[in-house]
C-alpha cells in the first residue's frame, strides 16, 4: 500500500532525441520504400526497353523476308531472327505472321493479336497471358502494295516476361542495398548530429540539478538561438521568484517584529493596568491599550491586504476599468468603515470615464489606504478626485495637513516608514500603495502647497480599445 503523503511521480513522455529518432526512422524507411518502389519500377522499364529491342530487332528481319510470289504471300523466316530472340536465355519464344484478314501466314495461329489497328512505326508492345504464363509481345507491320494482294501484314514476336522479372529484381536489389546503406549512414549521422545539437540543453538540465535550491541567480551560458529563449525565460522566473522570495523574507520578518512589538507594548500596558489604583493613571492606561489596540488591529487588516495584493500582482488579469467608478466605492467603503463626520469625504470627479487597465481589488485597496493615510496624519477636509492628463490617470487625495516629512516617493513607499512611533499607524498603507502601482506600470505622486497636500495614484490611460463603446 503507498504511504500517505508521497509525491506521485511525474508522468514521463518520450524525449526530445527519442521522438526525434522515431521521425527520422520514420521518414527515411518512407523514402526507403518509395524509392525501392521507383527502382523497381524503373528496372521493369529499362528491361522492357532492352528486351523489346531484341523483339524489335527479329520482327523487323522476320518483315524483310516477306515475299509476293505469283500472287501468294510467303514468309522465309531467317535463323538470325531466332539467333536474336535467343539472348533472352530460359524464355519462350512465339510468332505470328498474319494477313490483314487474320488468316495466319505461319506461327502460332491462336497467338492474339493487338486490340487497335493502330501500330506505331517501331512497333507496339504489349503483355498478354498465352499457354498459362504472362507473355510480352511487340507487333509490327509490314505494308504490301502488289497487284495481286495489298495491304498490312502483321509480325508478331513474343517471348516469356521471366528474364525481364529477374533483371528489374536484379536492379532494384542492387539500388536497394545502396539506398538502405545511405539511409542507415544518415540516420547514424542524423542522430550524433542531433546528439550534438541536443547538448545545450543537457548543460542547462545539469545546471539546474546542480544548482543549490536557494541559488536563485540567473544562469550565465551561452546557449544558441534556439535554446537562448528557453534559457532567457528561465533567468526571467528566477528573477521574479527571487524578488517575491526576498520580498517575503522581508515582508514576513518586519511583520512579526511589527506585531511581537505590538504585542509586548499591549501586555505591558496591560500588566501596569492590573497594578494601577489610581483612577487618572488607569484612564491613561486604558486610552494607550485601546490605541495598541486599533494600531493592532489595523496592522492585521493591512498585513492580510498586503498579502492578497502581492499574490494578484502575479495573477490577477489586467481589465479595463473606470477611474471613477473605483474611487467611488472605495470612498463608499471608507466611510462605511469609519463612520461620519471627520471622515466624510469631498467627490471631484470628471464626467467622461477615465479608464485604465487594472485588477478593481488592488486598486481599491490603494485608494482606501490613501483615504486612510489622509484620515489618520492629516486634518479634514479631505477631497477624494479623478483625473487625467494626455495619456496618464491620476487618483489623489488631499487634507489640510502639513504632508508627509519625506517628500521622496521611494522612501515614502517603504514599510513602518511613516510615523513609525504612533500606535495607531500600522505603517502599511503607503507600501501597499506603492506596489500597486507598480503592478499597474504607475508611480506615487506628491504635491503640496500652503496649508494643503495631496498624493496621488499615477496610472497609464487604458489604449483606445480599451474604452467604452
Known sequence: MALQGREAAPDRSLSIAY?????????????????????????????????????????????????????????????????????????????????????????????????????????????????????????????????????????????????????????????????????????????????????????????????????????????????????????????????????????????AHQIRTSITALRAHSELALDEDDPKRLKVLHRRIRSRAIGLNRLTDQLLSHALVTHRADTAPLEPLDLRRIAVDAEREFTQLAGGGRSRIRLDLPEEPVMVRGDAFSLGEAVKNLLNNAHAHGKPPIGLGVSSHGERARVTVTDRGGGLSVRDPVEIGQRYAINPNKPESAGLGLAIVREVAEFHHGHIALDGGEGTFSISLDLPLATPGDQPA
Open 19 to 255: 521522438r526525434l529518432a522515431i521521425s527520422l526512422t520514420l521518414v527515411l524507411g518512407l523514402a526507403v520504400a518509395a524509392t525501392i518502389y521507383a527502382a523497381y519500377g524503373y528496372g521493369r522499364q529499362a528491361a522492357n526497353e532492352a528486351f523489346d529491342r531484341l523483339l524489335q530487332g527479329a520482327a523487323l528481319q522476320i518483315a524483310e523476308r516477306i515475299f509476293v510470289i505469283e500472287g501468294e504471300v510467303r514468309v522465309d523466316i531467317p535463323v538470325s531472327a531466332f539467333e536474336l530472340l535467343s539472348l533472352a536465355k530460359d524464355e519462350r519464344v512465339f510468332y505470328r505472321v498474319a494477313q490483314p484478314d487474320g488468316t495466319t501466314l505461319t506461327g502460332y495461329e491462336d497467338f492474339p493479336l493487338p486490340e487497335t489497328d493502330e501500330i506505331p512505326e517501331g512497333g507496339l508492345a504489349y503483355e498478354v497471358d498465352f499457354g498459362g504464363e504472362r507473355v510480352r509481345a511487340l507487333a509490327t507491320l509490314r505494308r504490301l502494295a502488289e497487284r495481286a494482294v495489298s495491304g498490312d501484314i502483321y509480325i508478331v514476336v513474343a517471348h516469356t516476361t521471366g528474364s525481364r522479372e529477374q533483371l528489374a529484381r536484379s536492379m532494384a536489389t542492387q539500388a536497394v542495398a545502396v539506398i538502405a546503406g545511405a539511409g542507415v549512414a544518415i540516420l547514424v549521422l542524423a542522430l550524433l548530429a542531433m546528439r550534438y545539437a541536443m547538448r545545450p540543453l543537457e548543460r542547462i538540465q545539469t545546471a539546474i540539478l546542480e544548482r543549490d535550491p536557494l541559488d536563485l541567480s540567473p544562469f550565465s551560458m551561452h546557449a544558441p538561438d534556439e535554446v537562448s529563449a528557453l534559457v532567457a525565460s528561465i533567468n526571467r522566473f528566477m528573477g521574479r521568484l527571487d524578488r517575491r522570495v526576498r520580498a517575503m523574507q522581508d515582508y514576513v520578518a518586519d511583520s
